[in-house]
């Protein structure tokens, strides 16, 4: 299996609840390297730019007023598999049906308000990359 990288975004809730240390220390844990990382505050034009792809879905408006409603830490992963073993240790989009251990069960608050989000797949997630990283910020 050959080294991966995919996309976190620790949400406007996990940062305003500053859980960005425990979040990272539970990816370590699982394997991950930060190889990339940094703290922004989204506008409507870069939110809006980034869920474009659920624009005719009836939560794009609410998503994207949330997703400018903080700060939120965007950073790059890397481990073998790391799209699907970052899926895996987030953990269900509803925290309720979260798994024990994974990120949404131990932090989110809600389903809207979910503290992270993560790539899909391997080609989305160098779309996602490259939406917030130029190549010399990734350090790996």
Same mark, same amino acid.
């Given at each position: 299996?050959?080294?991966?990288?995919?996309?976190?975004?620790?949400?406007?809730?996990?940062?305003?609840?500053?859980?960005?240390?425990?979040?990272?220390?539970?990816?370590?844990?699982?394997?991950?390297?930060?190889?990339? /990382?940094?703290?922004?505050?989204?506008?409507? #034009?870069?939110?809006?730019?980034?869920?474009?792809?659920?624009?005719?879905?009836?939560?794009?408006?609410?998503?994207?007023?949330?997703?400018?409603?903080?700060?939120?830490?965007? /950073?790059?992963?890397?481990?073998?598999?790391?799209?699907?073993?970052?899926?895996?240790?987030?953990?269900?989009?509803?925290?309720?049906?979260?798994?024990?251990?994974?990120?949404? #069960?131990?932090?989110?608050?809600?389903?809207?308000?979910?503290?992270?989000?993560?790539?899909?797949?391997?080609?989305?997630?160098?779309?996602?990359?490259?939406?917030?990283?130029?190549?010399?910020?990734?350090?790996?």
């Amino acid at each position: 299996m050959t080294v991966q990288r995919t996309l976190s975004i620790l949400k406007p809730d996990a940062t305003e609840r500053n859980l960005t240390g425990a979040i990272n220390a539970m990816l370590e844990e699982a394997g991950f390297r930060i190889v990339a /990382q940094k703290r922004v505050h989204l506008s409507e #034009k870069q939110a809006g730019a980034f869920y474009a792809v659920h624009k005719e879905r009836p939560f794009y408006g609410e998503l994207v007023s949330y997703m400018m409603s903080g700060p939120v830490v965007v /950073q790059v992963l890397e481990r073998e598999d790391a799209v699907a073993k970052y899926r895996d240790i987030m953990g269900a989009t509803n925290p309720a049906n979260a798994a024990e251990g994974t990120i949404r #069960k131990r932090f989110a608050e809600s389903i809207e308000r979910n503290s992270v989000h993560g790539s899909d797949s391997a080609d989305n997630a160098a779309t996602e990359i490259k939406f917030f990283f130029s190549d010399c910020e990734i350090v790996g």
